[in-house]
């Protein structure tokens, strides 16, 4: 994957959190909520794609 590629897709997704942050009316606590996992969910798919984290399909939950 292009560093072009990985800008893009992170440009995307901050403007879709902004976009429902801005005119999806919510309750702020589900706003931090929804902010943390999906920054969360950002940072495990960055360290995943450059190597640092391995591969995430051996790890079963429940």
């Given at each position: 994957m292009?560093?072009?590629?990985?800008?893009?897709?992170?440009?995307?997704?901050?403007?879709?959190?902004?976009?429902?942050?801005?005119?999806i009316?919510?309750?702020?606590?589900?706003?931090?909520i929804l902010?943390?996992?999906?920054?969360?969910?950002?940072v495990i798919w960055?360290?995943?794609?450059?190597?640092?984290?391995?591969?995430?399909?051996g790890i079963?939950?429940?």
């Amino acid at each position: 994957m292009s560093l072009i590629s990985l800008v893009v897709i992170l440009i995307v997704v901050g403007v879709l959190l902004w976009l429902v942050n801005t005119y999806i009316p919510m309750d702020p606590k589900i706003k931090n909520i929804l902010n943390a996992v999906v920054v969360i969910a950002v940072v495990i798919w960055l360290l995943q794609v450059f190597g640092v984290l391995g591969s995430l399909s051996g790890i079963r939950v429940g």
